[in-house]
């Protein structure tokens, strides 16, 4: 019974490292094109004049999602390989090599864990610089916009002022012109009175004040000096 125990432990043990030599062949390929891909969305990342800043943020998690995901493999085949060890160093009489080599085994995976969350830590970072960079930019662009929308309002505002200003000065130059004409209007029709007056102050004087053309003029005086009052 105890050596059908131990048959199944070293089953389980081969299992798991020819379990662990598979994944670790895929993952040669696979974490070859995971750092091709992660180089390429962290140069995208960092291209801050041509990209935007919502797009590098989505550029450095895409890439944060795909180390996470080819980390997680390659510690999973470093578990099954440090696990097989274990288990095979307490089925049978373990050397000082073999001890060796199970600490070696749970050191490489014990740094593979440590590396995954300094990468999620290093993102993590990264991605909030970038979303600080976006506020910061956007703040930069509305307070562009509202400059430029006080320049405009102040424009329109000198604008306005300018055209009431000039509707003023028209209506005032067509007002001093009004009365200029009235003024011209009322000085001619005074000379025009004067002359009639003075016509009819020379009729008078040549005509006896009895005679039908004397008391005729006179009347036309007194009608004309009616209307100057």
Known sequence: E????????AAGIADKRAKADKQERALLTER???NRKIAELREKAADKENVQVEERIAALIEAGRINEEITAKEIEAARLRFEAKKAENALSKSTKEDLDEQAQLEARLIDLETARLQKQKSLTAEVTTARREAIAEQKALEAE?????KTKDAEKEAADKAKKEKKAEEAKKELDEKKRIAAEEIALEQQVVAAKSQALDAIIGLTNKESGIGKAAFIAKQILAAKEM
């Open 2 to 9: 105890e050596n059908i125990r131990e048959a199944n432990i």
């Open 32 to 34: 070859a094109e995971a």
């Open 145 to 149: 916009a509202a400059a430029e929308q």
